[in-house]
């Protein structure tokens, strides 16, 4: 049997210089948001601007779960209302057709349990992407990246050739290989490692009915619209319901499966992701207008703001813990909108 690293607070390690690298990556977002503001004249997010789609879902615990997966949210049986914003990642309004990463946000309602932002919130935010790793994995090569894109904010080929020049060219290029298909027929990923109760995990979303396994046989091509995610999504889930197992994958290495470098696939045949909870999507419009403007203006995801023993590790995320309360209170602001956390399902328009 494997052997499960136990949580504890020394697991994490300080960068270099990481204070200062975080301030930078921080500012430099804010630099290329500003830029987006200048030509859209409404604030969007740093990153993950263009929403695709919003959904609201049922997030269910699996039933009898082995003590190592049996943790914090999932220790016992819930069932939970969701809401979830899925969107393309970087912080410009791309054409659908060109490929990306695409991110998928999903807020539990009614979360118990002590929570990091000491807001009275009763939610917990899980923030995924559809690539196992990511290339940015520290806030050295983060803070390297950041300063090209802010440099080339209003030159595409020329941030590509001084990407290109890097040596690591081909892992900070491999969102634009990633498959362009369905929205609904990609595995979501967390990408980096959070706290599991007593021990750490990545965790991951996968498509689990046929129908959806099939959207990924089909990828985007130059004949299709540009805003053609979520017309897609508009047509699924007109006529069906969607869903997903949300797994968790166990660090049974702290060498091989590293807290401190979010490029590294952990080995899943040394440790599978394992089922602990399902999603399920039922029919409806993902797009009214209502959703939309409240999705875009008035909703906010935290990866630092939900249940503490949940809570993210890594370089990688204590940047974070500093550029969503940034993006979001510009955002805010620009657009006159009061920030407000939800407590209940029944906030979410239809
Ligand atoms: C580690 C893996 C990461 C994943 C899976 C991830 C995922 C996401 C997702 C899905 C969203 C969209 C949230 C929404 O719909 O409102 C988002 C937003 C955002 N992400 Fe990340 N992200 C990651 C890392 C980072 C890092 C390292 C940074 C920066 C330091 C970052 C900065 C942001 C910001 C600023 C927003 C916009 C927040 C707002 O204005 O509300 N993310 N991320």
């Not at 997903?244 to 702290?254: G, I, S």
Request: proline share 7%.
């Amino acid at each position: 049997m494997n052997a499960y690293v136990r949580f504890s607070e020394d697991l994490e390690v300080e960068q270099p210089d990481e204070d200062a690298k975080i301030r930078d990556i921080v500012e430099l977002l804010a630099a290329t948001n500003r830029a987006t503001f200048e030509s859209v004249r409404h604030a969007k997010r740093d990153t993950h601007a263009k929403g695709q789609g919003f959904v609201k879902g049922t997030l269910t615990v699996v039933d009898d779960l082995p003590p190592e997966l049996a943790q914090s949210l999932f220790a016992g049986p819930g069932r939970y209302p969701v809401v979830i914003r899925l969107a393309t990642e970087p912080g410009a309004m791309l054409d659908d057709r060109q490929p990306a990463a695409r991110g998928l946000a999903m807020k539990v309602f009614g979360v118990p349990g002590d929570k990091m932002a000491g807001d009275g919130r009763t939610t917990h935010d899980f923030l995924f992407n559809n690539c196992p790793i990511l290339p940015l994995a520290e806030v050295t090569t983060y803070r390297e990246i950041q300063a090209l894109r802010a440099h080339y904010v209003d030159d595409p080929d020329g941030l590509a050739d001084a990407i290109a020049a890097r040596d690591d060219a081909e892992l900070q290029t491999l969102f634009e290989r990633l498959p362009n298909i369905h929205l609904l027929g990609n595995a979501y990923y967390s990408q980096s490692a959070f706290r599991y109760g007593d021990y750490v995990v990545k965790y991951g979303l996968f498509p689990n009915t046929d129908a959806q396994r099939a959207l990924a046989e089909r990828e985007i091509d130059a004949d299709d619209p540009p805003g053609v995610l979520t017309e897609w999504l508009r047509d699924y889930l007109a006529a069906a319901e969607a869903g997903f197992d949300f797994r968790v994958q166990l660090q049974t290495d702290p060498r091989t499966m590293p807290i401190e470098d979010a490029s590294v696939d952990w080995d899943q045949r040394a440790s599978p992701y394992r089922t602990v909870a399902r999603l399920h999507i039922p029919a409806q419009d993902p797009f009214t207008p209502e959703r939309r403007v409240y999705s875009e203006d008035i909703l906010s995801f935290d990866p630092w703001a939900g249940r503490a023993d949940l809570r993210p590790l890594g370089s990688i995320n204590r940047v974070r813990a500093k550029a969503y309360r940034a993006s979001s209170t510009f955002r805010h602001r620009m657009n006159a909108r009061a920030e407000h956390e939800p407590e209940h399902i029944d906030e979410i328009p239809d």
